[in-house]
Every structure is written in structure tokens, then in C-alpha cells.
């Protein structure tokens, strides 16, 4: 199986990178070949939860088994889900298996630990996915993990049970920013896409309308102050949306992209007990 990474980084999405192959290994050499080490583990037998080490200490270079640990000792990945790519008689190819993973391990990390602040710095959501050789074995599973390329972290990621309001919260913040870099234009000035930056504008203000239905049955003081906040924010993105002209929308994105600052989130994140550091990709995108 090979290795690919799909960002959680409100930058977007990044492509995936063939890392981890078996190559013509066949599915059965790698089963046996993993048992020979009691907590070597195939890459084709990986389950929710598992706290691994890549054997040679970096997701990099090639493999098919990896060293599965106690989840309090130091480890490099854990995995968070898997799926089966269904409806596909012959290989789909490195891009559209990358694409099937892009799309569906994300909503399985998020399932995981809701709140992407909790993670350690520098874990990334990354993927085991089927090679060519796998998939004429047989092989159709994709495992979703939280990966940390450099370094190690100790303990489970899996989110501890999460109360309404929290759930509520995460789940309309998550979409605000999903809502921004997964509709991102590939052109830098707005004066070459307008309407793309329109279309991004129109996707964030759906989401925060969203996010700002959900808020109104949380009463907590600093929750109904960033409501209050976003509810500006979500007028500014809808000005956006329909500006007529590059100048009415950079004067409305302005307001509008900081008024998403995730640093003005804090005070209500601390009020509903959830994390309250600023992930450095994040803090990064406002400073500039």
C-alpha cells in the first residue's frame, strides 16, 4: 500500500504523494512477512485506533508492515479510520485513488477528534492507500491516520465524549474554514478571478449563516459575543459575494476575512472547555 497525505490545514488540501509501496509484494508474503516481529502489524490489517511506528521511524520510504504500540508510549501515527474503495473493477490509478482518500479520510479524522486545535503540532491527517500491485492482490482498504512526519507524540488522539454545545460549535467552525480553503481560487490577485473569489465568498457566508443557526442555542456569554461578531463577518462575505467590482470586493473581504480570525474564537472555545491554542498554519494565514 502507499502513503499519501491529505492536509488538515485550513490552506486546503494538498495532493498525495505515493510514499509506502509494497511493490510486488503480494498481499499474503506482506501478512506473513509482518508476523515475523510480535508488534509488527501488515499495512493491509490496520484498525481504528492503532498507534504505530513506520519501521524505519519516517513515513518516507518503502514498507508494508509497521510497528503497532501501546498508544502512551511515544508513536508517530494513529489510525483513525478506514474504508473500502467500492464500484472500481480495475485500479483507478495514483491521482484517483489520492482524490477517493482526499475525500473521505478528512470527515474520518474530524469524526475522530473533532477539534483540530487538540492535535500536537505538526500531526497532518495522512493515508495507507492501495498500489497497483496491492490492488491485483485483492487489496481495496484505505486507512485513514493522524501522522506526525518528524518527531513522535504520546497518547490517543480520539476525542473524549463531547457535550451539544461543543459538538455544535465544532461542527459549523469546521465548515466555515473548509468552506474558505477548500474553495480557494488557484490565482492570487482577485483582479484574475473575481468570480472565483465570488464563488469562495458565497460558500463562506452559506457556511457561517450555518454555523451562526447553530450558535443561537448556546447562551454562554462568550459564545453569544463571537455570534454577534460573526453575525458582522457574515454580512461582510455576503457583500463579497456579490460585489460588482474587484474594488466593492476587496473592501468587503477585508471586514470579512478578519472577521474570521480564529484568534477572536478563543474566549468562547475557553468558555465551552475546548482547545484553546491557535494552530501555527492557522495564526500564520491571519498575521499576514
Known amino acids: 500500500m502507499s502513503l499519501g497525505v491529505t492536509s488538515r490545514s485550513l490552506r486546503g488540501i494538498s495532493a498525495a ?8 509484494v503480494g498481499c499474503s508474503e506482506a501478512l506473513d512477512s509482518a508476523k515475523s516481529g510480535a508488534n509488527q502489524r501488515s499495512v493491509f490489517s490496520l484498525a481504528a485506533g ?29 489510525v483513525v479510520g478506514d474504508f473500502k474503495i467500492d464500484g472500481q473493477s480495475a485500479y483507478p ?5 489520492a482524490q477517493i482518500a ?32 496491492s490492488w491485483a492482490a ?3 482498504a484505505v486507512s485513514c491516520t493522524y501522522t506526525k512526519e518528524s518527531g513522535t507524540f504520546s497518547g490517543s488522539l480520539k476525542s473524549k465524549p463531547l457535550n451539544a454545545d461543543q459538538l455544535a460549535y465544532l461542527k459549523g467552525s469546521n465548515a466555515v474554514y473548509e468552506a474558505l480553503w477548500t474553495n480557494q481560487p488557484e490565482a492570487e490577485q ?5 468570480a472565483g473569489y465570488k464563488k469562495q465568498a458565497k460558500a463562506v ?3 457561517l449563516g450555518t454555523h451562526l443557526t447553530a450558535l443561537k442555542s448556546i447562551q454562554q456569554p462568550e459564545t453569544v459575543k463571537l455570534r454577534a461578531r460573526l453575525e458582522e463577518a457574515a454580512g461582510a ?13 476587496h473592501l468587503a473581504y477585508d471586514g470579512a476575512f478578519s472577521g474570521i480570525n480564529p484568534g477572536k474564537t478563543v474566549a468562547a472555545r475557553k468558555e465551552l472547555k475546548l482547545a484553546t491554542t491557535v494552530p501555527a498554519d492557522e495564526a500564520e494565514a491571519w498575521a499576514d
Not at 490509478?93 to 485513488?97: F, L, N, S
Not at 487538540?118 to 492507500?129: E, H, R, T
Open 190 to 194: 482577485v483582479e484574475d478571478d473575481l
Open 237 to 249: 462575505w455576503e457583500k463579497a459575494a456579490s460585489a460588482g467590482d474587484t474594488d466593492a470586493f
Open 93 to 97: 490509478g495514483e491521482d484517483k485513488t
Open 205 to 207: 457566508a452559506a457556511a
Open 50 to 78: 492503532d498507534c504505530y511506528n513506520p519501521n524505519n521511524g519516517a513515513p518516507k520510504s518503502e514498507e508494508f508492515s509497521v510497528e503497532v504500540v501501546p498508544c502512551q508510549e511515544p508513536h508517530q501515527g494513529q
Open 138 to 140: 485483492g487489496d481495496r
Open 102 to 133: 482526499d475525500g473521505r479520510c478528512p470527515a474520518k479524522a474530524q469524526k475522530f477528534t473533532p477539534d483540530a486545535w487538540a492535535l500536537p503540532k505538526g500531526v497532518d491527517v495522512y493515508y495507507y492507500s492501495p498500489t497497483k500491485e
Open 17 to 24: 504523494v505515493a510514499l509506502i509501496s509494497v511493490g510486488a
